[in-house]
């Protein structure tokens, strides 16, 4: 008979338990032999974890045939099917949705742009996305551990939306709208946040960890990296980085301040600027304005330059405040990476000091415009592994 296991040895063993699970995630195919090698745990305890790990269908094992050499020894794997996760990027005037498996593998994704930004057509279309990705995704021992939404907007540390200017939303709560709906443990975060998170995880921010995202697409995000964590502030809404002011007496921003960085470095900002420059009668959508910086249109590339060098002096204000060590620019102001790169390198060379300047890479989004979905994704991915006490990474 096992003896019941009092709170400090049911911690121990949890503990024990995260540590083999995320060994096998980050280093399998793995042995028993290696786990134990590798963390310092005796094999006995190694492989009690592995034997419940097995038994709960979180990692499988391969292996034991004969070979040449003699036995092979049997591996460990995650078993990254075990169940899935969307993640959408609720975008102003767009929303994106991906599947993915436990590992952060893009199965499936949906598009559909946002025409009308009331509240409740917003939220049918954000369902609708939400529907057909379930719909496709492969039976599983889990099914769809969970949903991740990043939202462009200043969102709490409960989880609320409380202010998303350009979608003109005020305190509104889509965890508990999502969550009525489809019973699925649902997480809502600022969506540069998401971003910065999928970046770390996946793309341009891989190993680095001290990371400022700069999400610009209608509006300016940023999410802060420091020693590894998500940076949130005390009540969850640091980052806005996209009103800081840059020009003492400038343009009024909804915000209530003037003069704010959004309101130079934007996608809105080229959109209006492009509207206001070229022919009357061209009306010039995102895609048209990519198209027209490939076709070569002096106007538009002389907008891009503009815009590049106003986005490289809110870059300085961010690195003398953070001194990161690269700044990933995102969303789809990153399309124009060509154009806008020396702009940006430009300004950063006649405004910082050289120490400043030196240590700080300036890149651009690896994950393109998959980044928030992917990292809202991957929240409720490591949400489902904090719930099962296999894993603490819950950032
Ligand atoms: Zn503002």
Redesign the pocket.
């Known amino acids: 008979m096992e003896r019941p296991l009092t709170g400090d040895q049911s911690l121990v063993k949890q503990i024990n338990k995260s540590i083999v699970f995320t060994t096998i995630v980050g280093k399998g195919p793995i042995s028993r032999a290696q786990i134990s090698k590798n963390t310092g745990l005796n094999k006995a305890t190694v492989s009690t974890m592995v034997a419940e790990l097995i038994d709960e269908q979180m990692i499988y094992e391969i292996g034991s045939s004969q070979s040449s050499g003699g036995r092979k020894p049997v591996m460990l794997y995650f078993n990254s099917h075990a169940g899935y996760a969307v993640g959408v990027d609720l975008g102003v005037n767009y929303i994106l949705g991906v599947l993915t498996d436990l590992s952060g593998n893009k199965m499936e994704e949906v598009h559909i742009p946002i025409e009308k930004r009331e509240f409740n057509e917003v939220v049918e279309s954000l369902k609708s996305v939400i529907q057909t990705l379930l719909i496709k995704a492969p039976e599983s021992v889990y099914g769809v551990v969970g949903i991740g939404i990043g939202v462009p907007g200043i969102v709490d540390k409960e989880k609320k939306i409380l202010f998303a200017p350009n979608l003109n939303w005020n305190n509104i709560n889509l965890k508990e709208i999502i969550e009525k709906e489809y019973n699925i443990p649902t997480i809502i975060e600022n969506e540069a946040n998401s971003g910065a998170h999928g970046e770390q995880l996946y793309g341009a921010g891989k190993h680095i960890s001290n990371l400022i995202y700069v999400s610009i697409g209608i509006g300016i995000g940023t999410g802060i990296i420091i020693d590894n964590k998500l940076y949130t502030g005390v009540s969850g809404i640091s980052g806005e980085m996209?009103?800081i002011t840059i020009e003492a007496n400038g343009r009024k921003?909804?915000?209530g301040?003037r003069g704010?960085w959004?309101l130079y470095a934007s996608e809105q900002v080229i959109l209006n600027d492009a509207k206001n420059s070229i022919h009357e009668n061209s009306v010039l959508d995102f895609n048209g304005l990519v198209n027209e910086a490939f076709k070569g249109n002096p106007l538009i590339l002389q907008l891009l330059n503009t815009l590049g060098e106003n986005i490289g002096i809110g870059l300085t204000n961010i690195i003398n405040t953070f001194n990161p060590e690269v700044i990933i620019i995102g969303n789809r102001i990153s399309q124009f990476k060509n154009w806008i790169s020396n702009p940006i390198e430009h300004i950063l060379s006649e405004r910082l000091l050289p120490y400043h300047k030196d240590k700080t890479e300036i890149r651009f989004s690896e994950l393109g415009k998959h980044s928030c979905a992917l990292g809202a994704a991957s929240f409720a991915i490591s949400g489902f592994l904090a719930e099962k006490k296999v894993s603490e990474q819950y950032k």
Do not use: K
């Open positions: 996209g009103h921003c909804s915000c301040n704010c959004e």
